[in-house]
């Protein structure tokens, strides 16, 4: 148990590292980007609360095919990245985060599973069920939005 | 065959997987940004309701390419599903039909069980489970282990980062518990 704010709190864990401000249109490419990952979710039908069930009753190779080599083309990009210190696009460094280790990461990974197989979503796929018509789903969302700020609430008395 | 044909296909996991994986040198080399959405839910708490909490002390607005990206995202979901619509019959594995019949899953026409998520289940039980208490659980243990699939399946491992393996375990756990262990009774209530 931890009584103090830890510093870990002021980060985020997907944070942005670019030193260079960006105008509010310069992000509309991240939401071209965010785009072209909904389109993919849809047609690989990840979004499927059937596809999760398949997952989690071992009767379809498909997830693990598409989380698998997902993290071998993310695991071969980072090393170049790294390898080659290829820059960004405005000339900067890559930078790179190491997790630290904490029992957050068991007893809400523990969880976030739980949630995972009702819902048959992760937060991803949430919000492109919500584009796809499943209108049902905000209510998900929201609930999974009031959840983040009872973790925030709750978090100095929860263990880490 | 034409190539819009092909692309309204499902597309299989070998075609899926690598795209999502380009994901992650995408958004670092286009603005040096760390893969990773559940961090949006945060930002949303951070931007909407603070509540003086240290946990959404935070500048939010500098992350706030995490909210383009997952407006993007219920976007192209929008477009994917009515622009590049699957022309055949869902297929899902035989076996899981059969359990999933058992369980009292009628209809599997659409990607998502109409049995479950349908508007009008919204006040009620089924609902609050599937709904409310499943969403709930999602955004307290997604924040809890710092992540989620993104952030630490993909983002994490391809960053050889050992606790983003923990935590890829427990989801995976947590997973299969609710699958096999829950879920079962869960349907017994309606």
Request: with cysteine; net charge positive; glycine share 10%.
């Amino acid at each position: 148990m931890q009584n103090t704010v830890s510093p870990d709190a002021l980060v985020c864990d997907a944070p942005n590292d670019m030193k260079k401000a960006e105008s509010g249109l310069a992000n509309l490419k991240y939401l071209v980007v965010g785009v072209l990952f909904g389109i993919v979710f849809v047609k690989a039908e990840i979004i499927s609360w059937f596809r999760i069930q398949e997952m989690f009753r071992l009767q379809s190779f498909h997830m693990y095919g598409v989380i698998g080599s997902a993290v071998v083309v993310g695991m071969v990009s980072v090393w170049l990245i790294k390898r080659f210190d290829i820059k960004t696009l405005s000339g900067e460094r890559v930078e790179f985060h190491p997790k630290t280790f904490n029992k957050g990461q068991i007893y809400g990974g523990l969880l976030f599973g739980l949630g995972w197989a009702i819902t048959g979503a992760c937060p991803g796929p949430l919000f492109a069920q919500i584009g796809s018509g499943y209108v049902v789903v905000i209510a998900t969302l929201l609930s999974a939005v009031a959840g983040t700020w009872v973790y925030g609430y709750l978090r100095e008395k929860l263990p880490h | 065959m034409e190539f819009i044909d092909l692309i309204r296909k499902p597309w299989p996991w070998y075609v899926a997987g690598p795209l999502i994986g380009l994901t992650v040198p995408t958004l670092l080399l286009i603005g040096n940004k760390s893969f990773g959405i559940s961090s949006s839910l945060r930002h949303l708490c951070a931007a909407c309701l603070p509540a003086n909490i240290p946990f959404f002390q935070y500048n939010w607005k500098k992350e706030i390419w995490n909210l383009f990206f997952v407006a993007g995202t219920v976007l192209g979901g929008f477009l994917a599903t009515h622009f590049l619509e699957n022309p055949d019959a869902f297929q899902l594995s035989a076996a899981t039909v059969t359990e999933l019949k058992a369980l009292g899953i009628r209809d599997f026409s659409g990607l998502m069980p109409a049995d479950l998520f349908d508007t009008a289940n919204l006040f009620t039980l089924k609902g609050l489970v599937f709904f409310v208490f499943g969403g709930f659980l999602v955004g307290f243990g997604t924040r809890w282990a710092g992540g989620c699939t993104s952030g630490h399946a993909i983002m994490g491992l391809s960053n050889l980062q050992w606790p983003s393996l923990v935590a890829t375990c427990c989801f995976m756990v947590g997973g299969f518990t609710m699958t096999h262990l829950i879920l079962p009774h869960l349907m017994k209530l309606f």
